[in-house]
């Protein structure tokens, strides 16, 4: 399957950003992507650097305005596309939301982010209700996509779960970088830690993986911190974990990534990692903490 990763810079003009994003799906297309993956809240800069009540007023219905001009992409295009937004579901509840749009334009699937994080320039608890729809895979053309959203790529717990139900590849629409005050020892440690959890859970589970990133400077709104750098490095992994495809650290990046689907299977075989689990001793995971 021939996937298409597409990292970008995000500016405040949303119109913009949804234009340029058509520019570089359209050319993905032409060079023979059949699944294109957007990085995550790709619409609007990330707004959750601060709390600001204001701020929900970027949020839309699922099926909306979004997801028409998404979908119409899709179908113009004739692909499936993962798209990420920031939805409205009733007044005063929102989520953080993955769409995944068929190649005829409807909508196939939909992923509500699990995994909300709390940290400074984090500040999603503020935005976003913990998912409810469980991790369970979107079904498409081609194949079965597990979807989940960036903070939720730190946990084997995710990957392993919409693994059993069946998902053929893991896709991460992301949103992360370096705060201003970190160290470079410190920059090079967060990068690498990150790249390193996704590539084992592509071990883990004899799955590919896809995680897509933004990339360039955001100021903080509030002025409270330098803002944030988002390091970019999206990256296709094979079941091995094997690096497939790397975009640049400070660039935008349009990469058609050719994944071989069926690479799985054999890589299941050698390494049966999910015959061989202990589930008769694994209670304990459902435990906060096991003194």
Request: aromatic content about 10%.
């Amino acid at each position: 399957m021939k996937v298409a990763i597409i990292q970008q810079s995000i500016s405040p003009d949303v119109e913009a950003n949804k234009h340029k994003l058509r520019g570089e799906i359209e050319a993905a297309a032409r060079e023979g992507a059949e699944l294109v993956v957007l990085q995550e809240l790709h619409n609007t800069p990330y707004f959750c650097q601060m709390e600001n009540t204001a701020l929900f007023d970027l949020a839309e219905t699922i099926p909306g305005p979004s997801t028409d001009y998404y979908g119409r992409m899709a179908k113009e295009c004739g692909v499936v596309l993962v798209s990420s937004l920031f939805e409205r579901r009733a007044p005063g509840l929102y989520h953080n939301t993955a769409v995944v749009f068929e190649k005829d334009g409807t909508i196939a699937g939909k992923y509500r982010k699990m995994h909300i994080p709390d940290d400074p320039a984090y500040y999603e608890k503020f935005y976003f209700t913990p998912g409810d729809l469980g991790f369970e895979p979107v079904q498409t053309s081609v194949g079965r996509l597990g979807v989940l959203v960036c903070w939720d790529q730190w946990y084997p717990e995710a990957a392993r779960l919409i693994a059993l139900r069946g998902a053929e590849i893991l896709v991460y629409p992301t949103a992360i970088g370096w705060e201003s005050t970190d160290t470079e020892d410190e920059k090079a440690r967060q990068r690498e830690a990150w790249i390193t959890v996704q590539r084992g859970h592509a071990v883990a589970n004899g799955l590919p993986v896809v995680s897509v990133n933004r990339v360039g400077h955001e100021p903080d709104p509030s002025g409270q911190t330098g803002g944030i750098t988002f390091w970019g490095s999206s990256f296709a992994a094979g079941p091995q974990g094997e690096i497939l495809a790397q975009a640049p650290v400070d660039s935008e990046a349009r990469m058609v990534v050719d994944i071989d689907m069926k690479r799985s299977e054999n890589v299941r075989r050698w390494w049966p990692f999910l015959r061989d689990r202990r589930i008769d001793e694994y209670a304990g995971i459902v435990k906060r903490f096991i003194d």
